[in-house]
């Protein structure tokens, strides 16, 4: 079945402008995980979300930074106002939350990354 | 606070010999524990996972870990490297079991293998 895709595979844009990234989960997962893989600070989380549950955002490296999840499904990372060192791979997962079921306990399936190159 | 350190950055092994990526945890209490690859250009991908069923994991591709809880421990050894091995390995950690949640990366080991 499809995999987790993410939107656009590469991104270039210049200092102070805002940018889009786009992630589709695999259909039927509740849960959608932001994650950034930088040089110097390797792959650190950045927000969660969980079915309805309020989002956990406690990796959110500035208020420049936010996503939104609609319907459950599709979900869109914002950066604001980029600075330089925004530029990193942004990944996008996602996980089933199954009631009792083995390979659900917390296995997260990676879509290929966005690339932003910030000017 | 749950921590995961890979001891090697980087690790260089020939064709065909044995490949050990050592990983150690810090977790307040049992962890679920991760090994994923990612090859170059190409996302993550699951090779194992420890969720308490065993402490021997198998995972894909031939690879295998052990979870040791009184060395702290979740090492990936493969008896012999293929080429196809070369790539960035991650020790991964998620603070709480059967629960969602963030994971936690070490830092990566990138593993040569020289023909």
């Known amino acids: 079945g499809a995999g987790v895709s993410q939107s656009p595979s590469n991104k270039v844009t210049e200092k102070g402008k805002d940018v889009e990234l786009r992630c589709d989960p695999i259909s039927g997962h509740t849960a959608l995980y932001w994650y950034r893989q930088s040089l110097g600070q390797g792959l650190e989380f950045l927000i969660y979300?969980?079915?309805?549950?309020?989002?956990?955002k406690s990796g959110l490296p500035s208020d420049r930074f936010s996503a939104e999840r609609t319907g459950g499904s599709v979900s869109t990372l914002t950066i604001q106002r980029t600075q330089q060192e925004d530029s990193a791979v942004y990944l996008c997962?996602?996980?089933?939350?199954?009631?009792?079921?083995?390979?659900?306990?917390?296995?997260?399936?990676f879509g290929p990354g966005t690339r932003l190159t910030v000017l | 606070a749950q921590s995961v350190t890979q001891l090697d950055s980087h690790v260089s092994v020939s064709e065909g010999t044995p490949v050990l990526l050592r990983c150690n945890y810090s977790s307040s209490y049992s962890p679920s524990l991760f090994w994923y690859v990612q090859h170059p250009n190409k996302g993550l991908q699951l090779l194992l996972k420890y969720t308490s069923a065993a402490t021997l994991v198998k995972g894909i591709n031939g690879f295998e870990a052990e979870f040791k809880k009184s060395e702290t421990s979740f090492h990936l050894t493969k008896p012999s490297a293929h080429m196809s091995d070369a790539a960035e390995y991650f020790c991964?950690?998620?603070?709480?079991?059967?629960?969602?949640?963030?994971?936690?990366f070490g830092q990566g080991t990138e593993l040569s293998v020289k023909p």
């Open positions: 997962a996602s996980s089933p939350r199954g009631q009792g079921s083995y390979i659900s306990y917390n296995e997260q399936f």
């Open positions: 991964v950690v998620s603070p709480s079991r059967n629960q969602g949640g963030k994971l936690i």
């Open positions: 979300f969980q079915g309805n549950s309020a989002p956990d």
